[in-house]
């Protein structure tokens, strides 16, 4: 989230779609929150309905009046940018807008791109004061990703010192990151407490070293979010007492990472095939090993761990 010289919110607004209406019918749009996303691809229609809510917990910033906020839809294939006023809920204890987002089929083309931003008073000007991680709507199949790949989680700025930190994230005050997988979806936890870090990774315009330092910690946070993910949905594959096809990890989150690892391995053509492996692989045998350093290559593309690494030490030459 970018960063102001006035006051400001310090972790990005919660965007969520509640339902979807294609022309004034519902259940016929896929709300994919797990990977912030409409899909509108599989039917035609005229005017799709989209119901937003945008909150957050945290406090209001010392010094802001008239709090507003709107969500702003834009389109690089249309050129469209049209921006829709919400309404605050003033029966909440939090900060929380909602509001409905009619959008012609005739004014998006490819994938859409819906932003939150608050906005208040300070100093009597009208000041941006907050913004959403971006939802998409997908109205054509092409623009949707042709495999997963380590999804994007709620991510939540805390001090994992402070009581209402997880117990976990509270056992390693100094630790940058946890992923809580018992959650559903699970939730990302990046820890507030370590001086600049915040600001480095929400820094959009970070340049030189700092861009190097972001991109870097980006891409660690990354693996360690597929590495949790991928280790957790081992854990909820079970085995066939038949000898049937094994089970996979129920929330979708975690069959996706699944399905994300599955293509990058060289023996197995589906998750599936990863399923059985899993199950039958035999631990501390040359095969065992083969396959997880596999896994540990494959979550490492999967994330661009090494190109980052690589693209950083290139750059780092040239300083």
């Known amino acids: 989230m970018t960063r102001f010289p006035w006051p400001s919110y310090g972790d990005p607004w919660e965007c969520i779609v509640t339902e979807a209406r294609l022309d004034g019918s519902a259940g016929l749009l896929e709300i994919d929150g797990d990977h912030l996303r409409v899909?509108?691809?599989?039917?035609?229609w005229a005017i799709a309905e989209l119901e937003v809510e945008v909150?957050?917990?945290?406090?209001t910033p010392a010094g802001l009046d008239r709090l507003d906020?709107?969500?702003?839809?834009?389109?690089?294939?249309?050129?469209?940018?049209?921006?829709?006023?919400?309404?605050?809920?003033?029966h909440d204890s939090t900060a929380r807008f909602r509001g409905t987002l009619t959008i012609p089929r005739s004014a998006v083309a490819g994938k859409g791109i819906l932003t939150a931003e608050v906005v208040a008073e300070h100093d009597g000007r009208l000041r941006v004061v907050g913004s959403s991680v971006p939802w998409g709507i997908v109205v054509d199949k092409s623009e949707a990703p042709d495999r997963p790949g380590v999804p994007p989680l709620k991510t939540v700025w805390l001090d994992f010192s402070a009581p209402e930190a997880p117990p976990e994230a509270r056992r390693n005050t100094e630790g940058y990151a946890y992923v809580d997988v018992a959650k559903a979806p699970p939730i990302l936890y990046l820890n507030k407490k370590i001086d600049g870090f915040q600001l480095l990774i929400l820094?959009?315009?970070a340049k030189l070293e700092r861009r190097r330092h972001r991109d870097m910690l980006g891409a660690m946070i990354a693996r360690y979010v597929a590495n949790a993910l991928f280790r957790a949905a081992v854990e909820q594959i079970t085995r066939d007492e038949f000898g049937g096809q094994p089970e996979g990890p129920s929330g979708r989150v975690l069959r996706d990472v699944c399905e994300a690892?599955?293509?990058?391995?060289?023996?197995?053509?589906?998750?599936?095939?990863?399923?059985?492996?899993?199950?039958?692989?035999?631990?501390?045998?040359?095969?065992?090993?083969?396959?997880?350093?596999n896994i540990d290559m494959a979550l490492d593309r999967m994330t661009s761990l090494s190109p980052?690494?690589?693209r950083v030490c290139e750059e780092a030459k040239r300083v």
């Open 55 to 59: 909150l957050t917990t945290e406090s």
């Open 308 to 310: 980052t690494i690589a």
């Open 203 to 205: 820094s959009n315009n």
């Open 69 to 90: 906020a709107h969500v702003l839809l834009s389109c690089a294939a249309t050129q469209l940018r049209r921006s829709y006023r919400l309404r605050l809920d003033e």
């Open 39 to 44: 899909e509108a691809f599989e039917k035609d």
């Open 261 to 293: 690892v599955a293509a990058e391995l060289p023996g197995t053509e589906t998750v599936e095939d990863l399923y059985r492996l899993l199950t039958e692989m035999v631990p501390g045998t040359a095969a065992s090993s083969s396959f997880w350093a």
